[in-house]
C-alpha cells in the first residue's frame, strides 16, 4: 500500500492532464487476493443498496474499478500484483475512474452491474454482445495505451 500512496496524487494528475478530464472522487484500497472479490461484490452491493449477487463471475484481474455511492472505488490485489506492474495498474484503473466520470459512462457501467446483480435487465441480447462489449474494448484500449504514463512517477 505505500507504494499506491506514494505515487497515487502524481498518478492522478499525469491522467488528468493527459486525458483533459478531471477525476471525480477515488479512492485506491489495496487487498489481498482472498479478499479482493468480496471488496467488489460489498462495493457493488452498497452502490445499488442491495444484497443481491452477481449472476456471472467477475473476471480474473490485478486490480478492479467499480462505481461507489461517493464516485469510484479502484481495488488492487496487492498479492496477484507484480511489483514491476503496480505502478501500470494503478494509472490504468485511474484512466477508468476518469471515464467513469463520462455521464454516460457512469450510466454505462451502473446499467452493467444492475443486470449483473439481476436489479433491472440490460438492453436486448444485440446491444449487450455486440454494442456494449465494443464500447468496453475501447475504454480498456484508452487505459492500456496510458499505461505508459507510469514510466514517469518516481
Do not use: C
Not at 27 to 49: F, K, N, P
Amino acid at each position: 500500500m505505500a507504494r499506491i500512496e506514494a505515487i497515487a496524487g502524481q498518478a492522478a494528475r499525469l491522467v488528468q492532464d493527459q486525458m483533459q478530464e478531471r477525476l471525480g472522487y477515488v479512492e485506491i484500497v489495496a487487498s489481498d487476493t482472498r479478499g479482493y472479490l468480496d471488496r467488489i461484490l460489498a462495493a457493488e452491493q452498497q452502490m445499488l443498496g442491495t444484497r443481491t449477487t452477481p449472476k456471472w463471475e467477475y473476471p480474473e484481474s490485478l486490480a478492479h474499478a467499480t462505481l461507489s455511492p461517493s464516485g469510484v472505488l479502484i481495488l488492487v490485489d496487492l498479492e496477484a500484483t507484480p511489483a514491476r506492474e503496480l505502478d501500470k495498474t494503478v494509472v490504468h484503473e485511474l484512466v477508468h475512474a476518469v471515464q467513469f466520470g463520462r455521464r454516460d459512462v457512469r450510466d454505462f457501467v451502473l446499467a452493467g452491474i444492475r443486470n449483473n446483480h439481476g436489479v433491472e435487465k440490460a438492453g436486448g441480447w444485440l446491444k449487450v454482445t455486440f454494442v456494449d462489449n465494443r464500447r468496453v474494448a475501447v475504454h480498456e484500449r484508452e487505459a492500456r495505451s496510458l499505461e505508459r504514463l507510469a514510466s514517469k512517477l518516481p
